[in-house]
């Protein structure tokens, strides 16, 4: 179904390790509108799509999703990697350390442990593509509160880069909304159905 090629989307390269910054950033891993949760909800999402150019774009964004996920295992793997224990402590990773040592787990930056709660598949081609431009949106608007936190640049550079794939997403779901509303029949109901909006016993 998919090529794997062995090389990150953008290139990761951090020199000094930084255990706050890791903390941060590892909300878009396991966070509620981080990668892992969009990747899920497109790939989900794209069964139940009645047009197949729609479920196509679910499958490209989805698919591009985990290669984020795999950006931000790698901006926190280096921001972690050989970390002293005086680091750990003095930084408060210990608390994560005490479950995890330094291995990449997905959970918010506060702590909580990524469910599938964090996304939605409604089945509903409109409900779902709105769900999806409000979480590229999200995910967006944390990006936008890790750069406000973080300054050095090899960090930033692939944070740069995430936000800006956020904004593609956010406007090819647009196009697909555009695309689905322009299909829209008697048979939908999301803006007049004659079986809901015209009954004898409503007086309509």
Not at 105 to 125: L, R, T, V, Y
């Amino acid at each position: 179904m998919w090529t794997y090629e062995r090389r990150l989307q953008f290139p990761v390269n951090i020199k000094e390790p930084n255990a706050q910054l890791a903390q941060v950033i590892i909300s878009q891993f396991g966070g509620p509108d981080g990668e892992l949760a969009a990747s899920m909800r497109y790939l989900s999402q794209r069964f139940a799509t009645p047009y197949k150019e729609v479920a196509g774009l679910l499958t490209d964004i989805g698919t591009e999703e985990l290669a984020h996920l795999e950006m931000i295992g790698a901006i926190v793997h280096q921001l972690t990697r050989n970390l002293s224990m005086e680091e750990i402590g003095r930084s408060g990773f210990d608390k994560y350390y005490v479950d995890h040592t330094l291995g990449i787990w997905p959970q918010a930056a506060g702590g909580i442990p990524s469910n599938a709660n964090q996304f939605q598949s409604k089945g509903d081609i409109i409900t779902d593509l709105y769900e999806d431009m409000a979480a590229e949106q999200k995910a967006r608007s944390t990006y936008d509160n890790i750069l406000r936190l973080v300054h050095e640049p090899d960090v930033c550079a692939p944070i740069k880069f995430l936000r800006a794939r956020e904004i593609v997403h956010f406007q090819r779901f647009g196009e697909a909304l555009r695309m689905t509303t322009d299909r829209l029949d008697d048979k939908n109901f999301y803006a007049f159905n004659p079986g809901f909006d015209m009954c004898e016993d409503c007086g309509n």
